[in-house]
């Protein structure tokens, strides 16, 4: 694997990482640390990419560390005996923060809001004391509310890759239209738009302009749902996240390319609940 700057590094990989060993089993560490089998697998990608190193042989069937495995094996070892010892310092103490009764969730524009409700009833067959409350509104706005301790979780799409999000996706932004249509000839072309502040939205009217292809927005939706509504009912094309192309929507490749964006997944502090929370809100973005 390709070496890169080491960054801060979760606890939450390693705990995964040595779970994934003793058990020798992905399925088997998922039921232990109360996560979904994708979220290991993410846990896994994401600390090898931070440390540029493979942990465990994909060569040989089962689970077998390599050599740099190994070696990450004991310190990972310590570093979770101490985080784990100065957490039961904390417990301990009267002064510690309590577990989240209601949990405040925000919610881009972008993300199909429906999409979270199956894991929130997930966890909360383990917590039945939680409650949970979803706020709506653009990336930027939604991560002020975070910084004021508005929010506990939010899910972010940003133009660049997130600073300080515990968690982040890169996605392909690609154009969709309805099956069979064809752009007019010597017409604006008509566009179908996510609210404004939406960073799809901004890269996707920019590109346009760039191009200097003339367009008209013919419907703006109120989030993501109502926008592909619109564009499976021939109301415009839309540049979205390649994650909402479906088969009955066409991929076009003659308008302008758009750029990447980032989805981050951001907590306001770091609680074993809301750490478990953003990894399994991950695992639907990838």
């Not at 309805?178 to 009217?205: C, F, W, Y």
């Not at 367009?215 to 839309?238: K, P, S």
């Amino acid at each position: 694997m390709r070496k890169r700057e080491v960054e801060n590094i979760g606890v939450e990989l390693f705990r995964t990482f040595l779970a994934v060993n003793e058990f020798r089993s992905h399925k088997k560490a998922a039921a232990y640390l109360g996560l979904s089998p994708p979220a290991i697998s993410g846990h896994l990608r994401r600390l090898q990419e931070q440390l540029g190193v493979r942990v465990f042989d994909n060569s040989v069937p089962g689970v077998l560390l390599t050599p740099d495995g190994a070696v990450v094996l004991e310190s990972a070892k310590e570093i979770v005996d101490s985080h784990d010892r100065l957490l039961g310092q904390i417990q301990r103490s009267p002064a510690k923060l309590p577990q989240p009764g209601a949990i405040k969730i925000g919610v881009p524009h972008e993300l199909r809001c429906w999409l979270l409700v199956p894991l929130l009833a997930q966890i909360r067959e383990s917590h039945p004391e939680l409650e949970f409350s979803l706020r709506r509104g653009s990336s930027s706005s939604l991560l002020e509310e975070l910084q004021q301790g508005e929010l506990d979780v939010c899910p972010a799409v940003t133009p660049h890759r997130p600073p300080g999000s515990v968690r982040y996706h890169e996605e392909e932004i690609v154009w969709l239209s309805r099956q069979n249509s064809e752009l007019p000839e010597g017409k604006p072309i008509t566009i179908v738009a996510q609210p404004h502040g939406t960073v799809a939205r901004d890269l996707m009217l920019s590109s346009l302009d760039a191009a200097k292809v003339a367009y008209r927005v013919t419907f703006e939706a109120a989030h993501i749902d109502g926008a592909i509504a619109a564009v499976r009912r021939g109301l415009g094309c839309m540049a979205s996240g390649k994650s909402n192309l479906a088969t009955d929507l066409f991929q076009r490749t003659d308008l302008p390319p758009i750029p990447k964006t980032y989805w981050g997944i951001h907590v306001r502090r770091s609680l074993p609940l809301l750490e478990q929370l953003a990894d399994e809100i991950l695992t639907i973005l990838t």
